[in-house]
């Protein structure tokens, strides 16, 4: 009866050990197979592609491990190679597309790009996947301006400033600007459509009409729309402060003159004043007299720029006052008719 407990012990603890080891076993065995990723082609040549072309590659990534394949991230080192992954988690055995579409807008020639795939595969945690191709571009008409940016600075309201830009068209089809979008300050002088032929240039002058426009700084833009499929818009960006439109200003001197019968010569007596326009826009004197017939203005108007002077010269004929003179002292007067317009608007 001992011998055959001791056989019972014997025969449970030979189980228990066959158990262990098999149990060991295949945790040993499991944790030596992990996910493992395998993809279909490290490197995909698209070949020569028109600008125009979206061409489209399917990567197989395969788990050929034991355990669960999980891609943690897809990126791309450019966004004109777009992915696409089927599946995130991959089981044992099983495989995910990877989808790649290229655009090959704005490039020119030989383009290689990199997609690099992330997971949890502990021999290859990171894996680079290439893609490349040959861009031929597609004849087009390109459009260039020669600026992005015109500056009032600081002007009077009612100044009309202009701007003169270059369109230039460097493609090889030709450029057609279809229309620009402008506020009702802005007006340019060219119609619309503007056709400009490959290498050629035009020129566009904008006038700007501050008489209108509130006092303050100035924020606008004027959008210019044409065919060039890169880039269909363009922006010129117009800024600058408008002040009050200052008065004219005209100055005299001396206020007043003399002449002296008595010691001046003989016949004719020249007097002389000086018009000086201080202000920042043209003034006009449309009438120039006296209140004698004696007393004779060289001319009958002027007109000034601002900062201008100009000489005025009036003449005493002294045969003309011998005989009417009676007092020591005659006073005269030099009369001056500004023109200053007024707008009226409907």
């Excluded at 603890?13 to 395998?38: D, E, H, R």
């Excluded at 008065?247 to 019968?261: D, K, R």
Aim: hydrophobic fraction near 35%; glycine fraction near 6%; proline fraction near 5%.
């Amino acid at each position: 009866m001992v011998r055959k407990n001791k056989i019972i012990i014997i025969l449970i603890s030979m189980v228990v050990i066959v158990g262990a080891f098999l149990i060991f076993y295949n945790i040993q065995n499991k944790s030596s197979q992990p996910p493992t990723i395998s993809i279909s082609e490290e490197e995909w040549d698209f070949g020569k592609i028109k600008e125009d072309e979206r061409p489209v590659h399917i990567f197989t990534i395969k788990n050929t491990g034991k355990e669960e394949l999980i891609i943690s991230r897809v990126r791309s080192s450019c966004g004109c190679a777009a992915t696409m992954l089927s599946s995130d988690n991959i089981q044992p055995g099983k495989s995910a597309e990877l989808k790649v579409t290229f655009n090959p807008t704005g490039y020119n020639g030989l383009v290689k790009k990199d997609i690099y795939i992330e997971s949890n595969d502990p021999q290859l945690p990171k894996t680079k996947i290439t893609v490349i191709t040959e861009v031929e571009p597609i004849p087009s008409p390109k459009a260039f301006l020669s600026s992005s940016q015109w500056d009032l600075g600081l002007i009077s309201q009612g100044n009309l400033p202009t701007f003169t830009f270059t369109i230039e068209n460097k493609g090889e089809l030709d450029l057609i600007i279809d229309k620009i979008d402008a506020s009702e300050y802005i007006k340019y002088d060219t119609e619309m459509p503007l056709t400009i032929l490959p290498g050629e240039k035009q020129e566009v002058t904008f006038t700007y009409d501050s008489s209108q426009h509130e006092l303050g700084e100035v924020r606008e833009s004027v959008r210019i729309y044409c065919n060039d499929p890169r880039r269909k818009a363009f922006s010129l960006r117009i800024d600058g402060y408008i002040k009050e439109k200052p008065t004219p200003t005209v100055s005299i001197s001396p206020v007043g003159t003399s002449f002296n019968l008595t010691t001046d010569s003989e016949g004719e007596t020249i007097g002389r004043f000086i018009l000086e326009n201080s202000g920042e826009e043209g003034i006009k004197i449309t009438s120039i007299k006296t209140s004698a017939d004696y007393l004779i203005p060289l001319v009958s108007e002027i007109e000034l720029n601002s900062g201008e002077k100009e000489n005025l010269q009036v003449i005493l004929l002294k045969d003309k006052i011998s005989d009417k003179i009676q007092e020591e002292e005659i006073k005269e007067f030099l009369y001056l008719t500004v023109a200053i317009p007024i707008v009226i608007n409907k």
